[in-house]
């Protein structure tokens, strides 16, 4: 399968170097990527053709994958709608920025509508991502198995029944990550406070997170039951937890996620606005 990138950074590397894992031809794939540093380490890493911008060679693909930041894709998209307009025929077009509307791309594409839009998560870089789907209605089944393949080389793939709720994916999934490692930081910290060193705190906290998010992933029974199986009454973790709803931490984190979401319907609102 011919596959082009728009854009050779972070998202596309960890595509690549999943995709290839997964069996891909690296030979059929190539990058539209303006830094020629950039160029020269995916072609050495990967032995993909680069280009500095699009040329019809690059548009002469089955799937282009948008990989740009989400602020530079219309500036990206052109050249796509101008000289190398007739090259634009079939070709699914996967967008993994965040935020942007299907809408808006279609239209910067002149109202082009085989289109999926992909919200990875930072895992992906790992192949330990997790994916949201949604596609434009003029995609079939088979450009949704395309896309899911591409996606299912980083990590899981979830499709989304309304694009709507793709802000949603955004402010759970997408912005996840981080609020993990908020609360593995405040771990860390927590333990340096009871007198253990860096490393040690380190550990301590990445591995009980590892370890309990395996055990939550085994899925046989619901989190709640798993929390409530450590917590004894009276005993030390009860103290704790009770100390993090006097702290009103549950409701915080609704109300956060919360936000993450208003402001993705925002970003998406600011960058669809012309
Ligand atoms: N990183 C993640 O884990 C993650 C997760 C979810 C979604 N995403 C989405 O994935 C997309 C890419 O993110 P990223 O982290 O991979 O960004 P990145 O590392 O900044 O990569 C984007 C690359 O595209 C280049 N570029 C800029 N304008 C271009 C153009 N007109 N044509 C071709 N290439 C162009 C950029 O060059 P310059 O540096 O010169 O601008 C940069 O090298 C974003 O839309 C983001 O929302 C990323």
Request: proline fraction near 3%; charge should be neutral.
């Amino acid at each position: 399968m011919k596959i082009t990138f728009l854009g050779g950074g972070n998202m596309a590397n960890a595509l690549i170097g999943g995709m290839r894992k997964q069996g891909f031809s690296v030979a059929a794939m190539q990058v539209v990527e303006p830094i020629e540093e950039t160029r020269e380490k995916l072609t050495e890493k990967f032995g993909v053709r680069c280009c500095a911008a699009v040329d019809a060679a690059a548009l002469n693909c089955e799937v282009l994958i948008l990989a740009v930041k989400p602020q530079q894709i219309k500036a990206a998209l052109e050249p796509l709608t101008g000289q190398f307009r007739d090259h634009l025929a079939n070709q699914l077009v996967l967008s993994v920025a965040a935020g942007l509307r299907l809408g808006d791309i279609s239209r910067w594409l002149g109202d082009y509508q085989q289109l999926v839009r992909c919200m990875p998560n930072t895992p992906a870089l790992i192949g330990a991502g997790l994916t949201g789907l949604f596609a434009a209605p003029a995609v079939g089944r088979e450009g949704r198995n395309t896309a899911e393949k591409i996606m299912s080389a980083v990590g899981m793939t979830l499709w989304i029944e309304s694009e709507e709720k793709m802000d949603a994916v955004t402010a759970v999934s997408g912005s996840g990550p981080a609020y993990v490692f908020y609360f593995i930081e405040a771990l860390e910290q927590a333990a340096q406070a009871l007198g253990f060193d860096v490393a040690t705190s380190r550990t301590l906290a990445i591995e009980t997170f590892v370890g309990a998010a395996k055990l939550a992933e085994q899925g046989h029974v619901p989190v709640s039951v798993l929390r409530e199986r450590v917590t004894s009454k009276g005993g030390t973790t009860e103290a704790a937890l009770n100390s993090f709803n006097a702290s009103g931490i549950n409701a915080a984190i609704l109300k956060g996620v919360q936000a993450a979401a208003t402001r993705g319907r925002e970003l998406g609102d600011e960058m669809g606005k012309d």
